[in-house]
């Protein structure tokens, strides 16, 4: 058995084959490359989605996430049973959710903390921790459980202790543990665009002392659901709205809406988008090269082949041995692709179980995803190997033993003849690619898509180093934004820019409310802004600043396009907040925004409607950088102030985090589109080097110079790089709107830009592809056996 | 072994007794293994490969079996691919005039037939005015009617340039065109035949 079979490995189509890939392997070897970089993205960005998807959805269940969350000014406990009966409910939890101000010894700035509430004495039914370290707070004392990232951010333990300011009145608390919970995955405090552990902290503490502190004994603010699987949301929603309007609901929503979970849709999302555009791009330019590999050796084969078709052997058995060489490059990239994608698919999840702070997470695509990388790969290779052999494998044994006539110019007619400029080597450059204009356009192509995923790979990069820049250079230029406790007089204002070192102040007065247009609706606060502003701007597609328009509202791109409402139109705002007005107001002009969906009014126009008398909710502050930690000090002791936030830890936390995860994933993609680029122009210059040899040694003997040679050899390489950059170039633009497109939602709308630098560097990378490749090239021509070419037949 | 200029060469013998061998080392396109090279006293076999490429393209013209025309190129500018690197070139119009192919300039190889090619071939290789011709096999994939047009090119160009002329063939009615017939066997030159008087294509039978 074993030596039929060793008999049968020796058999001459199985000699030719191993001797191929010994006489190839450097071709080999590069389409298995390009191949393995498809499969292994795959495996990567699928496996990671999946990992993540069920990581959350068992995270999820296992710590009874709230279904919809309802949050109130105060209602009193009894309200609960209202709550509990509405049909689709299956249970309803109240509890305290509450701002304060942390006073921690490494950050100079005051942190900002939302405590909640936990049941005395035992774990909630809805939204549960995952208790890493120590135990729940006991009954009526100071203690509270921090968040993990807080915890670590800080280097706090059990048993450490925190300065806080809570309602206006300073305290100790004692930590008593440390948890992780699954409905603040992402946490970001109110007002900043990313997660800031170090500035930001999550805590949850009894019942009983919370409401004591806050004035919220047998009251809560905050309905936290788990709704039956039946159950109709916006039924639900409705009644939930109906009980708690009395107490100051300002509107019930679905976890859909919940922050963290529609972040963590978001990236979601961005993930199934580049790992549903990035492999077949990569596979497609695989199957490419190996079409070109295999076309060469059927090529050049031809006369074998006729001969083995003239001893009898089956034109099927024929395509079977071409098709068991491309099977031997795909066997090659897909164990290497499924490896390296599992490598990194454990490093990218490890990356998002730190970011999302996720108890655990598995890197475990699951068999599907890696048969199905393979059942592509192999398809690409069935492919390329397809289109290859289809039109030797057709002629007739005695045409295919022939040598092939010379190939046929003359359909070209005097194409590049009347040149005269043109010297003979140039004029066979223009007319092999006029010749070949499909090849020529493919290689082209295939140059030109390398350096079009290169570009798409890091405009991601750039995308966001614009966002940053537009939020904190043209839009926020303020160092400061104070929230106060309570709506303050504005004479405040006056009192902030009193403090030494405060260069400049303007108000804004921020309202909670819900805005409708036809059947479309968002809980989206609308903030007032003061007209002429220099530190909290409104900019215009042109990035001018603009000034909210006076007797109606001024919404943000994204928010116009999620209630479908254009500059004209009459949208329902219902204020949640003192009077709790609704008002129809014509929707004035409409502002591009990257960052989630605001919604603006004119201060004065705003504070009349409200009767709120020029009341404002906080302030930018511009200040004197040297004065900054001083000024903190002085605003962190205000009890008047609930937080302040500083544009420059903003926008490094936002910097960090997206270098964290948006760095790895353009790392990766970068890596593998330089790879494939790299492929691509090597492949097509081996290529044209072996399939030009006989032409090459003929002028090697006419007594051209080895740079004379390489100078039409390569002159086709140069010409056909050449114009693969502008294409590229073109083609890395669309294939970036693309993927902007689809990875803009309603919290980030991705802008389309691409540096300069992006542009440079994929440039950068063909143009060395092509100079190194010209290199090996050239060292081959230099040695090329002039006797051995002539002799080998066409 | 001396080759004077001008004089025609006919290397004759079985397959694989040393003739492209010979013809090879002579044209710059091989090294022997041992022995000396010597053209108008400068030694081949020291030469380094910038030199032989210089020798080649100075001095050297090639006629293969299969022609090896650029299938990109027209005739003439197959044949102006040479004259544009040659110092004192014949118009590529005159060479393939020469030939007989005036009136194909403008055609590309695969609209030639083999002879016409060959003769391409030829008019590419005379068009520097070299100072000796190897031919190697010239008319091996071609039936005897295009064969003798073929060498009636050679013999014409040979003629009004005065180029010396090896020719590698084992066909023996070729052997009359030679001044002198180099019978080749296993690897060495076996015997040498001077032919007093030199036939002309026309005379002979193939």
């Known amino acids: 058995m074993i030596r039929s079979r060793l008999i049968r490995l020796f058999?001459?189509?199985?000699?030719?084959?191993?001797?191929?890939?010994?006489?190839?392997?450097?071709?080999?070897?590069?389409?298995?490359?390009?191949?393995?970089?498809?499969?292994?993205?795959?495996?990567?960005?699928?496996?990671?989605?999946?990992?993540?998807?069920?990581?959350?959805?068992?995270?999820?269940?296992?710590?009874?996430?709230?279904?919809?969350?309802?949050?109130?000014?105060?209602?009193?406990?009894?309200?609960?049973?209202?709550?509990?009966?509405?049909?689709?409910?299956?249970?309803?939890?109240?509890?305290?959710?509450?701002?304060?101000?942390?006073?921690?010894?490494?950050?100079?700035?005051?942190?900002?903390?939302?405590?909640?509430?936990?049941?005395?004495?035992?774990?909630?039914?809805?939204?549960?921790?995952?208790?890493?370290?120590?135990?729940?707070?006991?009954?009526?004392?100071?203690?509270?459980?921090?968040?993990?990232?807080?915890?670590?951010?800080?280097?706090?333990?059990v048993g450490d202790e925190v300065k806080a300011t809570l309602y206006g009145v300073r305290r100790t608390l004692k930590i008593s543990g440390i948890a992780l919970a699954p409905e603040f995955i992402y946490s970001i405090a109110p007002g900043e665009m990313i997660p800031n552990a170090r500035r930001y902290a999550i805590m949850w503490m009894g019942y009983e002392a919370l409401g004591h502190a806050y004035n919220m004994d047998g009251a809560f603010n905050e309905a936290v659901f788990l709704l039956d699987r039946s159950a109709s949301v916006p039924e639900v929603l409705s009644r939930i709205d109906v009980v708690l309007d009395p107490y100051g609901g300002v509107g019930a929503y679905h976890r859909d809406d919940q922050l963290s979970d529609e972040f963590l849709q978001s990236e979601f999302t961005q993930l199934d988008t580049l790992g549903g555009l990035l492999p077949p791009i990569f596979l497609g330019v695989a199957a490419f090269l190996l079409n070109m590999v295999v076309t060469r050796i059927v090529e050049q084969e031809r006369e074998q082949i006729g001969l083995m078709k003239a001893f009898g052997y089956r034109p099927s058995s024929i395509v079977w041995h071409y098709l068991r060489f491309a099977g031997i490059i795909v066997l090659i990239g897909v164990l290497g692709g499924w490896l390296a994608g599992y490598r990194m698919g454990g490093g990218m999840a490890n990356i998002y179980k730190d970011f999302y702070k996720f108890p655990i997470l598995i890197f475990d695509p699951g068999m599907g995803i890696y048969l199905r990388a393979a059942v592509f790969a192999v398809a690409a290779g069935v492919l390329g190997v397809l289109l290859a052999v289809r039109k030797t494998i057709s002629l007739r044994p005695a045409v295919a033993m022939a040598p092939p006539a010379p190939t046929d110019y003359s359909r070209l007619g005097q194409f590049a003849s009347k040149a005269r400029w043109m010297d003979q080597g140039l004029r066979m450059i223009v007319r092999h690619i006029a010749r070949w204009p499909g090849r020529s356009a493919l290689t082209c192509l295939g140059v030109a898509m390398g350096m079009a995923i290169m570009i798409g790979a890091q405009s991601g990069q750039d995308a966001v180093n614009l966002m940053i820049a537009t939020q904190f250079e043209l839009v926020s230029r303020q160092d400061l934004t104070v929230a106060f406790t309570e709506k303050q007089d504005p004479v405040i204002v006056h009192e902030l820019m009193a403090l030494n070192g405060v260069i400049a102040a303007e108000p804004f007065l921020a309202a909670p409310a819900t805005i409708r247009f036809g059947h479309r609706s968002r809980h989206q606060g609308v903030t007032g802004v003061v007209q002429n502003a220099n530190l909290n701007v409104l900019i215009n597609q042109h990035d001018q600043a603009i000034n909210p328009a006076p007797q109606g509202v001024t919404l943000s791109e994204s928010l116009a396009t999620a209630l479908e409402a254009k500059p004209g139109d009459l949208v329902t705002v219902e204020f949640k907040d003192g009077l709790r007005k609704?008002?129809?107001?014509?929707?004035?002009?409409?502002?591009?925004?990257?960052?989630g969906t605001p919604a603006y009014m004119d201060?004065?126009?705003?504070?009349?409607?409200?009767?709120?008398?020029?009341?404002?909710?906080?302030?930018?502050?511009?200040?004197?950088?040297?004065?900054?930690?001083?000024?903190?000090?002085?605003?962190?002791?205000?009890?008047?102030?609930?937080?302040?936030?500083?544009?420059?830890?903003?926008?490094?936390?936002?910097?960090?985090?997206?270098?964290?995860?948006?760095?790895?994933?353009?790392?990766?993609?970068?890596?593998?589109?330089?790879?494939?680029?790299?492929?691509?122009?090597?492949?097509?210059?081996?290529?044209?080097?072996?399939?030009?040899?006989?032409?090459?040694?003929?002028?090697?003997?006419?007594?051209?110079?080895?740079?004379?040679?390489?100078?039409?050899?390569?002159?086709?390489?140069?010409?056909?790089?050449?114009?693969?950059?502008?294409?590229?170039?073109?083609?890395?633009?669309?294939?970036?709107?693309?993927?902007?497109?689809?990875?803009?939602?309603?919290?980030?709308?991705?802008?389309?830009?691409?540096?300069?630098?992006?542009?440079?560097?994929?440039?950068?990378?063909?143009?060395?592809?092509?100079?190194?490749?010209?290199?090996?090239?050239?060292?081959?021509?230099?040695?090329?056996?002039?006797?051995?070419?002539?002799?080998?037949?066409? | 072994m001396t080759i004077r200029d001008g004089e025609v060469i006919v290397l004759l013998g079985p397959s694989g007794s040393g003739k492209s061998t010979l013809l090879n080392i002579l044209g710059g396109l091989d090294t022997p293994t041992d022995g000396h090279v010597f053209y108008h006293g400068r030694d081949l076999t020291t030469m380094t490969d910038r030199d032989l490429t210089s020798y080649r393209r100075d001095n050297v013209g090639f006629v293969f079996q299969n022609y090896n025309l650029m299938p990109g190129l027209t005739a003439e500018e197959n044949v102006e691919l040479v004259t544009e690197i040659a110092s004192n070139p014949l118009k590529a119009a005159d060479a393939l005039h020469l030939v007989g192919l005036g009136e194909r300039l403008r055609h590309f190889p695969s609209e030639l037939s083999g002879g016409e090619q060959q003769r391409v071939a030829i008019a590419r290789a005379i068009a520097k005015r070299p100072g000796v011709l190897f031919c190697d096999e010239p008319t091996g994939a071609?039936?005897?009617?295009?064969?003798?047009?073929?060498?009636?090119?050679?013999?014409?160009?040979?003629?009004?340039?005065?180029?010396?002329m090896l020719m590698v063939t084992h066909h023996q009615g070729i052997a009359p065109l030679a001044h002198r017939v180099l019978h080749f066997k296993d690897g060495s030159i076996d015997r040498e035949v001077i032919n007093e008087v030199q036939a002309r294509p026309e005379d002979i039978h193939l």
């Open chain 1, 582 to 595: 609704t008002e129809r107001l014509p929707v004035m002009k409409v502002v591009p925004t990257y960052l």
């Open chain 2, 142 to 164: 071609l039936d005897s009617t295009t064969s003798l047009k073929v060498l009636n090119a050679l013999n014409r160009v040979v003629d009004e340039l005065g180029t010396t």
């Open chain 1, 11 to 157: 058999q001459p189509l199985n000699r030719k084959l191993l001797r191929d890939i010994n006489l190839m392997w450097g071709q080999v070897l590069a389409v298995s490359l390009v191949l393995g970089c498809g499969v292994a993205i795959y495996v990567m960005m699928n496996g990671t989605l999946t990992s993540l998807k069920d990581t959350l959805a068992a995270y999820y269940s296992r710590y009874d996430m709230a279904d919809v969350w309802a949050p109130a000014r105060r209602a009193p406990q009894q309200e609960l049973e209202h709550l509990k009966n509405i049909p689709g409910v299956r249970l309803a939890e109240g509890r305290i959710s509450v701002g304060g101000i942390l006073d921690m010894p490494l950050e100079a700035e005051p942190v900002r903390a939302k405590i909640v509430s936990l049941p005395d004495g035992r774990m909630p039914r809805i939204n549960a921790l995952y208790l890493k370290d120590g135990t729940l707070p006991e009954r009526g004392s100071e203690q509270v459980v921090i968040a993990d990232d807080f915890a670590e951010a800080h280097k706090l333990q």
């Open chain 1, 603 to 794: 201060i004065n126009d705003m504070s009349t409607l409200l009767r709120e008398g020029g009341r404002v909710t906080g302030a930018y502050l511009m200040v004197d950088t040297k004065e900054v930690d001083r000024i903190y000090g002085l605003l962190k002791d205000m009890p008047t102030v609930a937080a302040v936030s500083t544009n420059q830890s903003s926008r490094k936390a936002m910097t960090d985090t997206m270098d964290e995860t948006m760095g790895t994933m353009t790392f990766f993609n970068s890596l593998f589109a330089s790879l494939i680029a790299i492929g691509v122009v090597f492949s097509g210059a081996r290529i044209s080097f072996y399939e030009r040899q006989r032409e090459i040694a003929s002028l090697r003997v006419l007594g051209f110079t080895v740079a004379e040679v390489n100078a039409v050899l390569l002159g086709e390489l140069a010409v056909l790089t050449f114009l693969a950059l502008p294409l590229g170039a073109f083609l890395g633009y669309q294939l970036a709107l693309f993927i902007h497109a689809n990875m803009s939602s309603e919290l980030f709308r991705v802008p389309t830009t691409v540096s300069n630098w992006s542009f440079a560097y994929a440039t950068t990378v063909i143009i060395l592809a092509a100079v190194v490749s010209a290199a090996v090239i050239a060292r081959q021509v230099a040695k090329l056996n002039l006797v051995m070419a002539l002799k080998t037949r066409e």
